[in-house]
Nanobody, 117 residues
């Protein structure tokens, strides 16, 4: 079955960094575009970044451009999100997702990121 397991979240001070990981299984990871979403309390889930199957095209939300970097390791079936210069407004639960009509319904448990002094 499809599984997405996010990890790497935590509490960090403003200006700090975190690296999130998402381990995927149950599908052919290397052929799909993958993405990171986040959901803050009381807000809708929003797309943060995406990466095509070979890593050739990266897209970012305007709010994270220049601070976040998405990457992937197809040998490890893992997608990453390097987050630098974190701000309190980055506080949210972060999820990875497969950008496929068939697989996009699957979500992991997410990983909590809290940016606070």
């Amino acid at each position: 079955q499809v599984q997405l397991v996010e990890s790497g979240g935590g509490l960090v001070q403003p200006g700090g960094s975190l690296r999130l990981s998402c381990a995927a299984s149950g599908f052919t990871f290397r052929i799909y575009t993958m993405s990171w979403y986040r959901q803050a309390p009381g807000k809708e889930r929003e797309l943060v970044a995406s990466i095509t199957n070979t890593g050739g095209t990266l897209n970012y939300a305007d709010s994270v451009k220049g601070r976040f970097t998405i990457s992937r390791d197809n040998a490890k079936n893992t997608v990453y999100l390097q987050m630098n210069s974190l701000k309190p407004e980055d506080t949210a639960v972060y999820y990875c997702n497969c950008m496929s009509a068939r697989l996009s319904k699957y979500w992991g448990q997410g990983t909590q990121v809290t940016v606070s002094s």
